[in-house]
């Protein structure tokens, strides 16, 4: 049975908020001087979708993968930087709470992660551990009742703005020596570089995270001792879902674009090439349909559901297709040499835009073709 939020209820808080927030500060989030990532957070929490995943009973929307996919989608039609933001704040960043987080950790956290009041950032890439995620160093060792974590985690989405990181930490060795921790940005030893330079994305924060001696209390760990591989790549796997939604609309904003110009173009007398953008629209409506299949197959609308059976919550055997290929680990050595550069306090770069907003072509792009608009009545798989 689907738990989709009443669709007209959730296509008008979307569509709301992609005009009324992520419209207007497009431009200068293109540009990497527009709104911090809490701030955008916090105004889906205002509108209601910051915690769309998360039940009613803990501030959030109660509401299904489909939802999730629709909202992230729309954003990610008119600014990709929005997109992602929300997509790791929704999916990596709540998501293993809801599935494997105690009914203390939920009360404490998910309330405040729905009404955007926190931001959320998730925690695994390391300079010596990228794809090969088992070859992470950061430490947690057991001290009384707390954990002493130590090391440095690299391209984390949020750092410098987050307020609660989801880290993987080693507590042993191989995929079950891996746990999983609840770390408050606040705590000491927390630190964060400046968020990088990137090709794209620029209004999302990508940056290092820096564990210096950091305390967390034990009740802070997220699923059992050793599970911390299972709750990454359990959450990794339902993230992906979040990274195609983002790639369709970002695919659709494209086609909206191209048919502007087309639309131009036959105005000023020329013909416009009506095959590659048919195409465009094929391709695009392909992504959009294999997008929804994935929570539409596995979960019918449950978080917990759609990690809980994923076939990647099993951590790796030696014989299981995670094992490393042969030359993974001259690689990993290579990678590890590098001495990863620290700062120790962030220095966030961007201050809110006073620009005013710029309408994108999205509203405006339907009309000299037949085109699917992500705010149709959805596919009937859905
Ligand atoms: C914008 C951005 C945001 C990110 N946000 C987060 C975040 O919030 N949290 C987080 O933990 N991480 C985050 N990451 C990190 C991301 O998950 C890693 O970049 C990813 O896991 C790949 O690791 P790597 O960059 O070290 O690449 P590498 O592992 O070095 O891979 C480089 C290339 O080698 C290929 N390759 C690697 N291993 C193999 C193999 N065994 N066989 C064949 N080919 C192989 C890869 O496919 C890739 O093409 C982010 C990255 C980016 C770019």
Not at 163 to 174: C, K, N, P, Q, W
Not at 325 to 342: D, E, F, K, L, M
Request: net charge neutral.
């Amino acid at each position: 049975m689907s738990t989709d939020i009443g669709h007209r209820d959730l296509a008008g808080s979307i569509a709301g908020f992609v005009d009324d927030v992520v419209m207007p500060v497009a431009p200068a989030m293109a540009r990497g001087d527009g709104p911090s990532p809490r701030r955008i957070v916090e105004a889906a929490g205002e509108a209601g979708l910051a915690g769309i995943l998360t039940p009613e009973a803990l501030g959030g929307a109660g509401g299904s993968h489909g939802d999730f996919i629709r909202f992230i989608e729309a954003v990610a039609r008119a600014d990709a930087s929005c997109a992602v933001i929300l997509d790791v704040h929704l999916s990596v960043g709540t998501e293993p709470l809801l599935v494997f987080g105690n009914d203390d950790q939920k009360s404490r956290y998910l309330p405040k992660l729905a009404a955007g009041e926190w931001l959320a950032a998730f925690a695994l890439t390391e300079a010596a551990g990228g794809s090969d995620a088992i070859a992470m160093r950061t430490r947690a060792v057991r001290d009384g009742d707390t954990y002493v974590l130590d090391g440095a985690k690299a391209f984390i989405t949020g750092a410098g703005d987050a307020d609660l990181y989801i880290v993987m930490a080693r507590t042993g060795e191989g995929a079950r020596g891996v746990s999983a921790f609840l770390v408050e940005a606040a705590l000491p030893g927390v630190g964060t570089g400046a968020p990088l330079a990137k090709m794209g994305l620029h209004g999302s924060w990508t940056g290092e995270l820096v564990l210096d001696a950091v305390r967390v209390p034990a009740e802070n760990r997220l699923g059992d001792e050793g599970a911390g591989f299972t709750v990454a790549m359990s959450a990794l796997d339902s993230g992906r879902v979040g990274i195609s939604a983002q790639a369709v609309g970002i695919a659709q904003g494209a086609l909206d674009a191209a048919l502007e110009s087309a639309r131009r173009r036959r105005d000023a007398g020329s013909e416009p090439d009506v095959t590659t953008i048919a195409d465009m629209e094929v391709r695009t409506a392909a992504a959009r349909q294999l997008t929804a299949m994935r929570p539409h197959s596995s979960t019918q609308g449950s978080a917990s559901r759609s990690m809980r059976q994923s076939p990647s919550c099993t951590p790796p055997t030696r014989a299981s297709p995670w094992r490393s290929p042969p030359w993974t680990s001259a690689h990993r050595n290579r990678r590890s040499t590098a001495t990863p550069q620290r700062c120790a306090s962030a220095t966030p770069r961007h201050a809110r835009s006073t620009r005013e907003p710029t309408r994108s072509s999205a509203s405006s792009s339907r009309g000299i073709f037949s085109v699917t608009d992500p705010n149709d009545p959805p596919p009937a798989a859905w």
